[in-house]
């Protein structure tokens, strides 16, 4: 009798050695180092409890996005890496709705969905090229391209530009 042997796992094997994550749909790699950013809500991938934790190799191994921009918090232009929003909430699966945006001493504000568009905000981990330090604003900030658009330079918007961000709550 011929015995049936699964190829599964060896297809799993071989997607984490070429993607360096996990072949199963919705299982996002553990962080190895100090969560940054956590992630809740309907989210299609996790790594634990229904939410998805980053750490900044994490952040850093999706698309960068650098742009340098004015804010009214620094002096002159700055320049800023990291995640575009509409990356990290397209990974996720969050297509609509609100998120609450929450920073380290629990702050939040609400931000639309809507607002993740290419060339929009990016979750900015560097800033001038260096990791921001809790005290200039991170290590993760909200930014967005100020002197791109006109309509970036609005109360609205700089009250979405969260520093110190920790958390993300996506709401349908």
């Not at 962080?31 to 940054?36: E, S």
């Not at 900044?56 to 340098?68: N, Q, S, V």
């Not at 929003?85 to 998120?99: F, N, P, R």
């Amino acid at each position: 009798m011929a015995r049936r042997v699964s190829m599964l796992p060896l297809v799993a094997s071989l997607a984490f050695l070429a993607f360096g994550q996990p072949a199963l749909a919705g299982v996002l790699a553990q962080p190895t180092g100090p969560v940054l950013l956590t992630v809740t809500g309907p989210v299609t991938e996790s790594n634990g409890n229904h939410a998805a934790a980053f750490d900044l190799d994490m952040l850093k191994a999706l698309p960068a996005t650098t742009f340098t921009t004015s804010t009214i918090w620094t002096d002159g232009p700055q320049t800023f890496t990291g995640v575009s929003l509409k990356v990290l909430l397209d990974q996720l699966g969050i297509k609509s709705g609100l998120i609450s945006a929450v920073a380290i001493n629990d702050y939040a504000v609400t931000i639309p969905v809507s607002d993740a568009v290419e060339g929009g905000p990016i979750i900015a981990y560097e800033a001038n090229g260096k990791p921001m330090p809790v005290r200039e604003k991170g290590p993760l900030w909200i930014v967005y391209p100020y002197d791109h658009k006109d309509a970036y330079r609005s109360e609205v918007i700089y009250s979405r530009s969260i520093w110190q961000l920790a958390k993300i709550a996506a709401k349908p």
